[in-house]
């Protein structure tokens, strides 16, 4: 996930490199045909392109609002997991919570809480695309995992065990009737939020809508230095390299944005956020984290 700050213009000018680099050869070539062989029947009135380029600045306009869209989305979902393990953490940690601390409540609570920090993990992974249960082992059982592996969906297999240890506990008499009803309604809380995770995953962005806006965008950049050229001349190379960058930087922000899932810089930050949830649950069960947090005044570009 990017920061807010040091952000590099070496990473930002990157997305948009090759773009620019044929743009210029193809400024230049216009340029160097109208002042140099003095082909002047070749410019065109400067309203065409403006005309066009102010369309295409409404397309563009609307594709990052859905795309940003999108993106929000997908951070407010996780925002609400954060809540909902906190919550989860909160009730397991007090509704077993006996005056004699009898041994079978602290391995209850050690265990679930443990097991909703490798849900998040295990969900953030399979967001991406990745291993699934990779890295999930330090926090569940080897029972416990002998059961994912039946699962194709680790992050539902996690949700079945909470299910089940749930059952358990109200059986033997840790938790009562009702509070077995609303630890279970933080359970479909967090189960709605994997199902709407999955479904802006699986949901693609029309992809004939970024064609047909790139198709427009080129066409735009085949005509605009025919426009400017005879106002500007060989200044008219850095005023369409100029006028190229904002466009295709627009476009590519807007094509990052539209995935939020993709293990990319621009991505919903789901590590960091599982990192966040795993130091505040092992503090309710004084565990002390595994990782180490990076020091405020380092300076990073990106988180994944």
């Known amino acids: 996930m990017l920061l807010k700050k040091n952000i590099p213009i070496k990473y930002i000018m990157g997305k948009i490199r090759t773009e620019l680099i044929l743009l210029s050869l193809y400024a230049m070539g216009v340029a160097i045909l109208y002042k140099v062989f003095q082909f002047t029947n070749l410019t065109i009135p400067l309203s065409v392109p403006m005309i066009m380029g102010t369309v295409i600045s409404l397309l563009l306009a609307f594709r990052s609002n859905q795309a940003y869209d999108r993106w929000w989305e997908a951070r407010t979902i996780w925002g609400s997991i954060v809540n909902d393990s906190r919550s989860l953490a909160r009730q397991i940690n007090w509704f077993t919570h006996t005056a004699g601390q009898d041994e079978q409540a602290h391995f209850i609570r050690s265990r679930f809480i443990k097991r909703q920090i490798a849900w998040c993990y295990s969900l953030s992974r399979s967001l991406r695309g990745q291993d699934t249960q990779y890295g999930i082992e330090k926090f569940i059982s080897r029972s416990d995992m002998q059961h994912i592996k039946n699962f194709n969906n680790t992050p539902m297999a996690i949700l079945d065990l909470h299910g089940q240890e749930l059952q358990k506990a109200y059986h033997n008499g840790l938790m009562n009737s009702y509070q077995q009803v609303e630890i279970d309604r933080t359970l479909s809380r967090l189960c709605d939020a994997m199902g709407k995770c999955e479904r802006i995953k699986n949901t693609i962005f029309p992809a004939t809508y970024s064609l047909y806006i790139h198709f427009s965008l080129l066409f735009f950049f085949l005509l605009l230095p025919f426009a400017v050229v005879d106002l ?21 922000m807007a094509i990052h944005l539209q995935d939020p899932f993709e293990n990319k810089p621009t991505d919903t930050p789901m590590t960091a956020i599982c990192f966040t949830i795993e130091r505040d649950l092992k503090q309710m069960i004084s565990d002390v984290p595994h990782y180490t947090e990076t020091a405020p005044h380092k300076k990073r570009y990106y988180v994944l």
Do not use: Q, T
């Open 232 to 252: 500007f001349g060989f200044m008219s190379i850095p005023v369409v390299i100029a006028i190229g960058a904002v466009f295709f930087l627009i476009e590519k």
